[in-house]
């Protein structure tokens, strides 16, 4: 059973750093492009950052871009979100999700982690 | 960046009912290699997104064959045949045919 598991939100100040991680388990995690994904509290879904399967390549949101950074660690099948700079506007939860590059989808989702930037 | 708009926004049902929610696009999802990368999600309330349908008709596994796509182009619809209570919540499509990913604003599907 394929399991994505979030861990690192909470409460931060604006201008102030924060990182997320993603435990993947139940699938071959250095095949599989990954991916972030966010939703701001009662609004729809923002796609945030992906990286490919080896980390060779990484994409992001132009208003990420520069603040944010995407990483993996095979090895310890994790995702990471480093997130610097944090502004009020990047409050929401985080969603780590499975990127299927085959179909350029979102196939698995973890449940989610709240980030709450506010002073 | 391409814009997906979703109608209606809430959508009421009985049960048994069949509905569909449409998904247009801004520009064509068709990609030059033939593929049209166009998936529809479902949010059930206090839950993460699942994936429904995924290159615009093919059921993802597990998913009850009540759900159906269909489109091309710009136009793209989800049909539910025989809406149960567990379809209940917001649905999604979302586009990765041009950078970057856009989803729709979503439909609320409840309960009449």
């Known amino acids: 059973e394929v399991q994505l598991v979030e861990s690192g939100g909470g409460l931060v100040q604006p201008g102030r750093s924060m990182k997320l991680s993603c435990a993947a388990s139940?699938?071959?995690?250095?095949?599989?492009?990954m991916a972030w994904v966010r939703q701001a509290p009662t609004k729809g879904l923002e796609w945030v950052a992906t990286?490919?399967?080896?980390?060779?390549?990484?994409y992001y949101r132009d208003s990420v871009k520069g603040r944010f950074t995407i990483s993996r660690d095979n090895a310890k099948s994790t995702l990471y979100l480093q997130m610097n700079s944090l502004r009020s506007e990047d409050t929401a939860t985080y969603y780590c999700?499975?990127?299927?590059?085959?179909?350029?989808?979102?196939?698995?989702w973890g449940q989610g982690v709240m980030v709450t930037v506010s002073s | 960046d391409v814009v997906l708009t979703q109608t209606p926004p809430t959508l009421s049902a009985t049960i048994g009912q069949s509905v569909s929610i449409s998904c247009r696009s801004s520009?064509?999802?068709?990609?030059?290699?033939?593929?049209?990368?166009l998936h529809w999600l479902l949010q059930r309330p206090g839950q993460s997104p699942q994936l429904l349908i995924y290159l615009v008709s093919r059921l993802e596994s597990g998913v009850p064959n009540r759900f159906s796509g269909s489109g091309s182009g710009t136009d793209f619809t989800l049909k539910i045949s025989g809406v149960e209570a567990e379809d209940l919540g917001v649905y999604y499509c979302v586009q990765g045919t041009h950078a970057p990913y856009t989803f729709g604003a979503g439909t609320k599907l409840e309960l009449k």
């Open positions: 139940g699938f071959t995690f250095s095949n599989y492009g």
């Open positions: 999700t499975r990127n299927t590059i085959t179909v350029r989808g979102f196939d698995y």
């Open positions: 520009q064509s999802l068709l990609h030059s290699n033939g593929n049209t990368y």
């Open positions: 990286i490919s399967y080896d980390g060779s390549s990484t």
